[in-house]
């Protein structure tokens, strides 16, 4: 049955990654990937907060399987990641694509441990 979590939350998260990219994107007028950019940040967070809620007893495994598996893992999304910033580089957009790649890094990470944080101090 824990296979029914993962299918639910990625029915859910990747119309959310479509829809929040698409509007996103739509609000800039540049060849920044923001869309992808935003998805994949929030889907740190969201992670982050889970793991904090799991290591400190508020949730358990079937909320990972749905939010963390299901949810976070149609939301993010590496392969567009990177195929954008390989297409800045194609393109001449060599510094959009470097930003790309240590915004995303930085941005996630931070977003992850900043998720991790708020849960523990709840």
């Not at 809620?53 to 079937?62: L, T």
């Not at 510094?95 to 995303?104: C, I, P």
């Amino acid at each position: 049955m824990n296979w029914l979590l993962v299918v639910v939350g990625a029915a859910v998260g990747a119309p959310l990654r479509y829809l929040t990219d698409r509007a996103v994107q739509s609000r800039h007028d540049s060849v920044f990937p923001w869309g992808t950019f935003v998805v994949n940040v929030v889907g740190c967070l969201v992670l982050g907060l889970l793991t904090g809620a799991v290591s400190a007893g508020f949730a358990g495994p079937r909320l990972q399987l749905l939010l963390g598996t299901g949810l976070c893992g149609a939301l993010t999304t590496y392969s567009t990641f990177s195929y954008e910033t390989l297409r800045l580089t194609e393109t001449g957009a060599g510094l959009y694509a470097a930003v790309n790649v240590a915004a995303s890094v930085v941005a996630g990470l931070g977003a992850a441990f900043a998720g991790v944080w708020i849960a523990g101090s709840l």
